[in-house]
T-cell receptor
Framework: SQKIEQNSEALNIQEGKTATLTCNYTNYSPAYLQWYRQDPGRGPVFLLLIRENEKEKRKERLKVTFDTTLKQSLFHITASQPADSATYLCALDGDSSNTGKLIFGQGTTLQVKP | KAGVTQTPRYLIKTRGQQVTLSCSPISGHRSVSWYQQTPGQGLQFLFEYFSETQRNKGNFPGRFSGRQFSNSRSEMNVSTLELGDSALYLC????????????FGNGTRLTVT
């Protein structure tokens, strides 16, 4: 079955630095991969989607890469701020025939220190 | 545009009881998905409804069921509650098109004692 792995340990970085989060997957060839942000006590919030035929996607300070050979996605936050502190989840499509089923990783908690 | 609304926000039930959770999707969204989130298992897909029909189902026992109404609002029901059902239950809506991102509510925190 599909499996997604994200850095299980929290990532602590200094304000202004670039945060890089990793998402690896096995036993699947997803049509797309999504990244979400989740704050404590809240539902996940969609950030970016990248398709299998796209190498890179950007949105403001966020950048996502997708390497289907390595079966890996990298999520970068440049010029990080304390407000970026949250848990970041990657998710791949669980069934290419519909949109509602996503397979989520366990998430990586990012802590940005001022 | 109002976001996804889930009620109630918190719920405490006893083993053996049943519970019904409610979800109002974003206006115009026809797809509603339900997820269970626990510290050990993370986010796990329960089921998805699209235009009142269950379109996909995760690997959960039959005690977990749901439905969707003609106005796209959805409910999920858990019968014969077990301690292990304690979790954050999240509802997400989308237009139902391929590659559409999910819009999540803030969940219902269910505690089973």
């Amino acid at each position: 079955s599909q499996k997604i792995e994200q850095n299980s340990e929290a990532l602590n970085i200094q304000e202004g630095k670039t945060a890089t989060l990793t998402c690896n997957y096995t036993n699947y060839s997803p049509a797309y991969l999504q990244w979400y942000r989740q704050d404590p006590g809240r539902g996940p919030v969609f950030l970016l989607l990248i398709r299998e035929n796209e190498k890179e996607k950007r949105k403001e300070r966020l950048k996502v890469t997708f390497d289907t050979t390595l079966k890996q996605s990298l999520f970068h936050i440049t010029a990080s701020q304390p407000a970026d502190s949250a848990t970041y989840l990657c998710a791949l499509d669980g069934d290419s025939s519909n949109t509602g089923k996503l397979i989520f990783g366990q998430g990586t908690t990012l802590q940005v220190k001022p | 545009k109002a976001g996804v609304t889930q009620t109630p926000r918190y719920l405490i039930k006893t083993r053996g009881q049943q519970v019904t959770l409610s979800c109002s999707p974003i206006s115009g969204h026809r797809s509603v998905s339900w997820y269970q989130q626990t510290p050990g298992q993370g986010l796990q897909f329960l089921f998805e409804y699209f235009s009142e029909t269950q379109r996909n189902k995760g690997n959960f026992p039959g005690r977990f069921s749901g439905r969707q109404f003609s106005n796209s609002r959805s409910e999920m029901n858990v019968s014969t509650l077990e301690l292990g059902d304690s979790a954050l239950y999240l509802c997400a809506s989308s237009p139902g098109l391929l590659n559409s991102p999910l819009h999540f509510g803030n969940g219902t925190r269910l505690t089973v004692t």
